[in-house]
């Protein structure tokens, strides 16, 4: 299933945007931003995204933003090609509804959803959802709602399931989809491994050092191919790529330069908390913000060549950045690839701005060293006559 291409997709923040690092998420406070997330901004993030050669947007789930499928749905029209990575959470919601979801969404956007599923990080959150399960309990009603919710996108008989969590009967769709929507899965523990192994079209990981993520990449292969199939790989990272290598370390300086340590002390108490092996993995990049001041040079926090975890310092989730110039985060966007990473999933603060850094900087390096980009054909005399060999890390089905 490797792509040949690089395939990259950016982010809405549908709970607001900012100029400076947006904390909140994974146990700790809501993501707040000084520029709201109305239907004029999200739009322009959209066309924005579209313009530049994105596939698609990542869209959020939790308490702190707003609904994932409302918020896209208002912007399939302004729309053409965009596509829309929306969360899915199957412990909140039937499986039979999401499947219609999906393909109300695949009809009326013609085909340009893609679901991101969240199984949800942390039990306190998913408590004010009215969900009391536990983490393991949510992966297997997972596995199984994602057993009902592939059936009903791909085959035209009902489906009866009578599994631990998931209790079905007949389910069964007026009209499947054309064109079934990719699944994208994320999860460091085994437990979500195998979820994604069965399940996804794509796995994804959050930013960590190269050598990290190609050890999780070989066990979600592993798994994938103890279920006879092969996954696409993908990862999360947000993005500060300017013409020079200086200028970008100077935004990324003015970033961590507007952080209160106490606040970053604050954040990492909640974040310590977590559930998630992911944010556990996040955190560690940083020690969880020891020795963090007024100060700090921003480069001390460099963990890989160009990969950053000053955004970790207060933000939840995804918290590394590729960080330098646009030749120096093509070749690192590049490496990944080689690696067998064919979805880049960036964001970048503002949002905005950013999405045009990488649109009019970044891939145009990416085609002269020879990569190909969906969306974005490298001009006639760009592209090298010969595309870099891919490596890919993919089992093949048999």
């Known amino acids: ?29 809501g993501h707040y931003g000084e520029r709201e997330a109305d239907l004029g901004y999200l739009t322009q993030l959209a066309l924005a995204a579209e313009s530049n050669g994105f596939d698609s947007v990542l869209v959020p789930t939790g308490l702190w933003c707003e609904d994932a499928w409302i918020a896209t749905a208002a912007l399939i029209g302004a729309t053409k090609r965009l596509s829309f990575l929306v969360a ?18 695949q009809k009326l956007s013609n085909g340009r959803l893609k679901l991101n599923v969240v199984i949800g990080g942390e039990d306190h959150e998913q408590r004010a959802f009215g969900d009391h399960r536990s983490k393991e309990e949510r992966y297997a009603v997972g596995d199984e709602s994602l ?5 009903l996108l791909t085959e035209d008989e009902p489906i009866t399931l009578r599994g631990e969590h ?22 460091s523990s085994p437990a979500g491994i195998e979820v994604a192994a069965k399940h996804a079209q794509v796995y994804l990981t959050w ?22 199939r092969e996954l696409d790989y993908g990862i999360r990272l947000h993005i500060i790529a300017r013409e020079t290598e200086d200028e970008a370390w ?8 507007g952080l209160d340590p106490e606040v970053v002390n604050q954040i990492q108490g909640g974040l310590a908390r977590s559930q998630s092996e992911g944010q556990r993995r996040m955190t560690a990049l940083h020690s969880r913000g020891d020795g963090f001041t007024h100060g700090t040079d921003a480069r001390e926090l460099e963990v890989a060549p ?4 000053g955004i970790g310092l207060v933000r939840g989730g995804a918290g590394t950045a590729l960080v330098g110039s646009y030749a120096q985060v093509a070749e690192r966007i590049g490496e990944y690839f080689d690696a067998g990473l064919s979805h880049f999933i960036f964001s970048g603060y503002p949002h905005l701005e950013e999405a045009f850094h990488v649109g009019e900087g970044v891939i145009p ?24 060999p891919f490596a890919p890390v993919a089992a093949s089905a048999s």
């Not at 057993?147 to 059936?151: A, D, E, L, S, T």
């Open 250 to 257: 100077t935004e990324a300086q003015r970033l961590i330069d």
């Open 88 to 105: 899915a959470r199957p412990s909140l919601v039937s499986p039979t509804v999401i499947a219609q979801q999906a393909t109300t969404f």
């Open 207 to 228: 930013g960590e050092r190269p050598a990290d993520v190609q050890a999780k990449i070989e066990r979600a292969r592993t798994a994938a191919a103890r279920h006879r």
């Open 1 to 29: 299933m490797a792509n040949s291409e690089i395939t990259l997709h950016w982010f809405l923040p549908t709970y607001g945007d900012s100029r400076a690092i947006m904390a909140g998420g994974h146990g700790t406070t």
């Open 166 to 187: 998931v209790d079905v009967e007949n389910a069964v769709l007026s009209r499947r989809p054309a064109q079934p929507p990719q699944v994208f899965f994320g999860g």
């Open 147 to 151: 057993q009902v919710i592939n059936h």
């Open 306 to 309: 160009n990969l950053w975890a």
């Open 365 to 388: 390096e990416l085609h002269r060293l020879g990569y190909g980009v969906k969306n974005r054909p490298a001009p006639e005399g760009e592209a090298r006559a010969a595309q870099v």
